[in-house]
């Protein structure tokens, strides 16, 4: 019989749920044939089929008279037949598509015929693709992972050039703190005498004692708040120092947070000051820019090293005493937010242009450069920011770097 | 919609709104529940005008679920099963077994309206239909169901209607396509259908 020959298991049901029809292959895989199952109830021959399940389907095929299906995605299987891999295994048993075919007669459908289709070589090739989409993914995970490490090594290794300029930034306030200490401990001395020697003085000498202790007081009354005044601001620059390391040190974790660009430039200016200070003047001109979603500890190493590009090249084309400038904006339209560093340095010659985002392209001496700077720059604004990294540059008059950041 | 003289179009009208109202019939006996249908609407769509089309009818711009499910025999074409991104999940009851898959779920529900309705559609122009499997598609939006370049087609006869089950937060529109040359086997039947009265 023809049935007999497919490659797929079909039988029939009829509205009691005897079976009808039981093809070949369904003999064959179930163990089971025609002769022992035909007339008989399907849950009474195979009391393992998932009864709910399937009484539904059925039902729904008898009252609508349309199809029903199953597909080995949601139910492996219907039937628990063997598989068609002896040798290569794989797999725990066939995988199934059903079908559910109403058979209609004058009054209405009056049997089930189910279609079973061997999906296994579908699903172990879904399998596969899936396995395969999971690598992919570890991957890219992993090679995330790599590329974040990186660029914190960058960070980590621009700001340990900086940190002997940083140093010095923080020695210099601290030397002249401590010396106003110093004055004001000794200025303390001095008053504390002044008031023993009123206390002791006697009656007929406390004419002379006043006037001289007058003029030190004098002395003193303008001296001491002045020295106040330096310690103060040489702990407030302290602590701008401090603050200043600690937000740019921050690590980049989770996804973004509105952050202020702002601040976030005027933070790197006072980490790389040490670069900039002894050969180039700042132009600062923030607008009013809007918080934006972004991961600013990753922009900070963005700005840090445009600034410190511009900085080397405005001290290659002003050599000291000379000074240069390094104009540093911020503005936004109504789709982005802009930040612009631009230099009257050297400018960057025509013919290594189209390589400054090269990573190892660098330009710098052994030891002051290691060509990943731009690199990593542009990677943090296309690929984490979704923004863009440009520049405009002429020989002998400077460049400007052009970071757009979408809002 | 214009597809020839008003007689024609009346008739098409009724027997689509006959073959829903025995549909709804056959669904609330299958759910032992009362189901709404809304009075179905016909339209004939032009490829680059589909996406509109569909969000108008189903007059959402949020995210949406959707099953397909195609249908052939002398005409052919596919159905889209739309829900809002709860999908199916209420009706988890409704349906005889336990244990049953959000994504198992959404099929069985399409495809018992799929067959419902447009089973009892065919059925009133003679026509015997047979079915694919129903597949989901990848969640999006109305306009982003249909990938109008992609569309093998220039003008489609669309119906559309919209199920309720009273007393639960579930709504689907089905949409059914019968584009370009099943318009011309759909209207023959329906001249045939009109010749016979």
New interface residues.
Partial sequence: MTLDRLNAGVFSVDRQLKIVHWNLFMATNSGRPADQVLGRELFACFPEL?E??L??KL??VF???????S?W???PYLFKFPHNRPLTGGIDFMHQ?I?FLPVTAEDGVDSVCVLVTDATDAALSQRALHDAHRRLEREMAERQRVEDELRLAHKLEAVGQLAAGIAHEINTPIQYVADSVSFLGEAFDDMRAIIERHREAPVNGAQRTAAADSAELSYLEHNVPAAVDRALKGLERVATLVRAMKEFGQPSVGGKSFADLNRAVTTTLTIASSAYKDVADIELELGDVLEVPCHVAELNQVFLQLIVNAADAVAEAHPAPARGTIRIRTWCNAEAVFVSVADNGTGIPEDIRSRVFDPFFTTKPVGRGTGQGLSIARSIVVDRHAGTLSFDTTVGHGSTFLVRLPR | MRIGEPERCDALAELVNIGMGQAGD??A??FDTFIHLSIPRLELVERAQVSAAIAALVDTTGPVVAVRQAFSSRIRGEALAIYSTAGCDTLADL????DV?S??LL?EIS??LV??CV?ALASQFSLEL??S??SIMADTTVVGLLDTPQLPWDRALLAEVNFRIVGRAFSCHLLTFWPDESIGVLLHAVDTFLAQL
């Fill in positions: 998932p709910p399940w009484r539904w039902r729904s009252l609508l008279g349309t199809f029903a299906f597909s995605k949601q139910r598509d079908a | 056959a669904l006996r299958l349906v005889g077994y336990p898959s994504d198992e099929l495809n018992i067959g419902a089973g047979s079915f499997p129903p």
